[in-house]
């Protein structure tokens, strides 16, 4: 008679125990996919107001639905200045992208490879790297600005690409080194062993094998290339950019064509993710 107390105690024990575990395998998807719709909420809201119908005279963008049509679609190119911003950022982000794509591999590359005293100020380079990523937009938008203005660097499509490589460099560096990190060096070796040369191992060898972290890195620098505005505006000059084109027109109105654009800016990007992820698995 005395066991059944103890029995009770003990099933009461593990009632209690998987409560809290039951708790948290609801609580954390929960949080999980309210962030996420957090994040995704204006993107879906510019994507449905794309379709939005305008009934008043100035074709600007109305936050009342009206109607659905593909009328903003149709006329994506209607609006002077918005469609030659949207080609000269494409131009910027892919010109930037490959620059540094290529610059922030190699520099991978020698900073996992290398150390003192064949790589001298490797702690100084690392270090500059994550300060490049911490400083705030404005601060390498006004050094950018005050340095083209101190060697009287006309302002325009370069000056854009050197700001861009120069901000997108550290991003491609640090997403490279962490696919380095685990490189079997063996393979390299098997590869000379075999009568390979240093260019033909790595084209054949090691490039394949890091390229899943090549393209992470090449698509950061290409989405913050997109996506850049403040360092853009310090240093575009006459030539306007598609955020900087957009931050000028929201001062008097957005014509829905601005929709129109980052639904497929977004919807390029989600694809290009989509081939990203899907080759790092074809590669694991």
């Known amino acids: 008679m005395s066991a059944l107390p103890t029995t009770d105690t003990s099933s009461a024990a593990v009632t209690e125990q998987r409560r809290p575990r039951h708790l948290g395998r609801f609580l954390l998807p929960t949080y999980s996919w309210l962030v996420i719709a957090y994040l995704v909420f204006p993107i879906v809201v510019m994507i449905i107001y794309s379709f939005n119908r305008v009934i008043s005279g100035l074709q600007l963008v109305s936050f009342a639905w009206n109607g659905f049509t593909f009328q903003w679609y149709r006329q994506w190119s209607n609006i002077p200045g918005l469609t030659s911003a949207f080609w000269l950022t494409l131009r910027l982000a892919i010109v930037s992208t490959l620059i540094a794509t290529v610059l922030g591999t190699l520099l991978a590359i020698a900073l996992v490879r290398y150390r003192p005293p064949k790589f001298r100020?490797?702690?100084?380079?690392?270090?500059?790297?994550?300060?490049?990523?911490?400083?705030?937009?404005?601060?390498?938008?006004?050094?950018?600005?005050?340095?083209?203005?101190?060697?009287?660097?006309?302002?325009?499509?370069?000056?854009?690409?050197?700001?861009?490589?120069?901000?997108?460099?550290?991003?491609?560096?640090?997403?490279?080194?962490?696919?380095?990190?685990?490189?079997?060096?063996?393979?390299?070796?098997?590869?000379?062993?075999?009568?390979?040369?240093?260019?033909?191992?790595?084209?054949?060898?090691?490039?394949?094998?890091?390229?899943?972290?090549?393209?992470?890195?090449?698509?950061?620098?290409?989405?913050?290339?997109?996506?850049?505005?403040?360092?853009?505006?310090?240093?575009?000059?006459?030539?306007?950019?598609?955020?900087?084109?957009?931050?000028?027109?929201?001062?008097?109105?957005?014509?829905?064509?601005?929709?129109?654009?980052?639904?497929?800016?977004?919807?390029?990007?989600?694809?290009?993710?989509?081939?990203?992820?899907?080759?790092?698995?074809?590669?694991?």
């Open 121 to 284: 100020g490797k702690g100084a380079i690392e270090q500059i790297l994550f300060l490049n990523i911490a400083a705030p937009e404005i601060v390498m938008g006004a050094s950018l600005l005050g340095l083209f203005v101190t060697f009287n660097v006309a302002r325009g499509f370069l000056t854009l690409v050197l700001a861009h490589v120069m901000f997108s460099i550290a991003y491609v560096t640090v997403t490279v080194r962490a696919r380095l990190a685990g490189f079997d060096l063996s393979l390299e070796e098997a590869s000379y062993d075999l009568g390979a040369n240093p260019f033909s191992t790595f084209r054949l060898v090691t490039l394949p094998l890091i390229m899943p972290g090549v393209l992470a890195g090449a698509l950061m620098a290409f989405a913050l290339s997109i996506d850049d505005f403040v360092t853009s505006n310090f240093v575009s000059g006459s030539s306007v950019p598609f955020p900087v084109w957009v931050y000028g027109a929201s001062r008097v109105g957005t014509p829905p064509q601005v929709f129109v654009f980052g639904t497929v800016i977004f919807t390029v990007g989600i694809v290009f993710a989509i081939l990203s992820l899907g080759l790092s698995r074809k590669k694991n």
